[in-house]
């Protein structure tokens, strides 16, 4: 037990000693994740939300494929990535394996199963009557959807925050796609699993410890943004 507790130590005064590394690898792993977050919202959360709404021929099966993607493991949508960027396959021209890029695309395609099926849940939630009400008293489509969206903004917040943390602390794809570039392409989780194979404790814990202040930071912000939709 001491060496975890000389570990705590130890990542704790790297921390306040604002280890340059330490702080580009954290750098790295947000910037990384909120770009690849913000895709997925754009294209999930309206996707989720179209499924919801709408009545068309094949809506239960396109239901059940989103359900479905969001078991998807890491490491299988990292080989389906590499193979498309790695230099034999149709993208490998463009040079995007082991890049920044690459973690992005990857990670958002972890992300958007998980934002869209989130979403569909927290419109398909709303009350029937809200749109029966808004259309009965004279709205239009657009109107009554954005009644029912309104009403399912909560919800919507929620998806981002689970698309976000589900890519914030994955290591399958971002060690398939990033190759664990140190500067480029290392990220928290990364990292961490290269510190403790090294047996460098106090680095694998101190990135942690950021990686869970920032998750953290993240939830409050997304909390303090759904109480306010709410209020």
Known sequence: MNYIA?????????????DAELFATAWTSIRIAVA????ATVVGAPLGFAVAIGRFRGREATIAVINTLMAMPTVVIGLLMYSLLSRRGPFGPLAL?????????GQFLLALPIVAALTLAAAGDVDPRVRQTALALGAGGWQSAAAVLRESQAGILAAVA?????????VGVSMMLGGNIQGYTRNIPTAIALETSKGEF?????LGLI????????????QIARRRVTA
């Open 36 to 39: 690849s977050t913000a895709l």
């Open 211 to 222: 990686l869970l202040l920032v998750a953290l930071g993240v939830n409050v912000v997304l």
């Open 162 to 170: 689970a698309g976000f943390g589900r890519v914030f602390a994955e």
């Open 202 to 206: 106090a680095r694998g814990i101190a």
């Open 6 to 18: 000389s570990g705590f130590l130890d990542a704790l005064r790297l921390l306040a000693a604002r």
């Open 97 to 105: 394996l082991y890049t920044p890029t690459a973690m992005v695309l």
